[in-house]
């Protein structure tokens, strides 16, 4: 196929475009949800929830749905927007507790 640059849409992609998956984003969220979990309940349900992050978006690569990069940018970026937040929380509670 012909080079196309990134972000164009002069009509080289008329079908298997590359985008960023909803699914792997959420199977991503999953394995955030073991940090959110009771500590107690951390290693009994976060072993299962792992285990599905992980094959969500595998799965959805194997069966041709998305390309992996798409599969693993979607993934990462619900653990990177989660990590953002919680440090957001960090900093602006610990700021908080410092005020008198």
């Excluded at 298997?16 to 349900?45: D, H």
Aim: aromatic share 10%; net charge positive.
């Amino acid at each position: 196929m012909d080079f196309a640059q990134a972000g164009s849409f002069a009509g080289k992609c008329l079908r298997n475009c590359s985008f960023i998956s909803g699914e792997a984003s959420s199977a991503g969220w999953l394995l955030c949800l073991i940090l959110l979990l009771p500590p107690r309940w951390r290693l009994p349900l976060g072993v299962p929830l792992a285990a599905v992050s992980i094959m969500m978006p595998t799965m959805r690569v194997l069966t041709g749905a998305h390309y992996l990069s798409d599969a693993v940018l979607g993934w990462l970026s619900s653990l990177v927007i989660f990590a953002a937040v919680l440090t957001a929380f960090e900093v602006f509670n610990s700021r908080s507790l410092q005020q008198p």
